[in-house]
């Protein structure tokens, strides 16, 4: 179930960064976050494999969703610029945070 369950989110994960182009990176984690938190909510009060297996395939959904938005949507708030010295160690700083 859980590999279904990632390829589902692996999928949706490609289409991510056009919407996010096309709706807005702020809509899309929003949307993302709608997605995931309404997948854990059905899969919470569902009471069989369906229930379970939808909610989770709408949790990654939205999850594949978040992940590139936000990101996109923070470095493009800081206005830093790629060639500068400071990104990377923007960048690596904000790995070994998350």
Same mark, same amino acid.
């Given at each position: 179930?859980? *590999?279904?369950?990632?390829?589902?989110?692996?999928?949706? $994960?490609? +289409?991510?960064?056009? &919407?996010? @182009?096309? %709706?807005? =990176?702020?809509?899309?984690? =929003?949307?993302?976050? !709608?997605?995931?938190?309404?997948? &854990?909510?059905?899969?919470? &009060? *569902? #009471?069989?494999?369906?229930? !379970?297996? %939808? *909610?989770?395939?709408?949790?990654? %959904?939205?999850?594949? !969703?978040?992940?590139?938005? @936000? $990101?996109?949507? !923070?470095? @493009?708030? &800081?206005?830093? #610029?790629?060639? #500068? +010295? @400071?990104? =990377?160690?923007?960048?690596? =700083?904000?790995?070994?945070?998350?």
């Amino acid at each position: 179930m859980g *590999g279904v369950a990632f390829t589902i989110g692996l999928i949706a $994960e490609v +289409p991510s960064g056009v &919407l996010a @182009d096309k %709706i807005g =990176r702020d809509k899309m984690v =929003r949307l993302g976050q !709608f997605l995931a938190g309404s997948g &854990l909510i059905i899969q919470a &009060l *569902g #009471s069989g494999l369906a229930q !379970f297996m %939808i *909610g989770q395939a709408i949790m990654m %959904i939205g999850v594949s !969703f978040v992940s590139g938005a @936000d $990101e996109a949507l !923070f470095f @493009d708030n &800081l206005k830093f #610029s790629q060639k #500068s +010295p @400071d990104w =990377r160690k923007l960048v690596t =700083r904000g790995s070994q945070i998350a």
